[in-house]
């Protein structure tokens, strides 16, 4: 059996819930908000579809 533990969201003393995003090497596995998740490929250089 494995367990998998993902973080969804983060919190700072001064500042509310901050979502996350996941970047799977899988395509289609990638978790979080769309719009997050183009922008950390992009600031990342991630160009392919995996």
Partial sequence: MN???KLVEISTPDMPLTPTVKLS???GKHTGDPQM???AREL???TDES
Avoid: A, F, K, T
Wanted: cysteine-free; glycine content about 8%.
């Fill in 3 to 5: 367990i998998v533990m």
């Fill in 25 to 27: 090497d899988e395509p």
């Fill in 37 to 39: 998740i183009r922008l």
């Fill in 44 to 46: 990342l250089g991630i």
